[in-house]
């Protein structure tokens, strides 16, 4: 069983910081790329930012310049810094990962998303 749990999320006033974080746990082989999306009311679950093991990175135009994601890979964590909220920002953020497990037939990756945290920015 693969858990993936956020933390971090909350209200904060347009032009301030948040930082996500996710930790993944469970019978965890190999974690392959982590990343967030968000969800605003009456919109489509959308791509924040990914992360490769590797370390690359890709962003949304909308976010590129005010968030940073970066990754721990000892801990199995993905974090995303947010500065510089607008309003827009406010929605339900998702982390995701592609995680191998082992089961009695070999290994094998699946996607796992994690429950979600509010972020609100409003003054």
């Known amino acids: 069983q693969v858990q993936l749990v956020e933390s971090g999320g909350g209200l904060v006033q347009p032009g301030g910081s948040l930082r996500l974080s996710c930790a993944a746990s469970?019978?965890?082989?190999?974690?392959?790329?982590m990343g967030w999306f968000r969800q605003a009311p009456g919109k489509q679950r959308e791509l924040v930012a990914t992360i490769t093991k590797s370390g690359s990175t890709m962003y949304a135009d909308s976010v590129k310049g005010r968030f940073t994601i970066s990754r721990d890979n000892a801990k199995n964590a993905v974090y995303l810094e947010m500065n510089s909220l607008k309003p827009e920002d406010t929605a339900v953020y998702y982390c995701?990962?592609?995680?191998?497990?082992?089961?009695?037939?070999?290994?094998?990756?699946?996607?796992?998303w994690g429950q979600g945290t509010q972020v609100t920015v409003s003054s």
């Open positions: 469970g019978s965890i082989f190999s974690i392959y790329a």
């Open positions: 995701n990962a592609d995680i191998q497990v082992l089961t009695i037939l070999g290994r094998a990756t699946n996607g796992y």
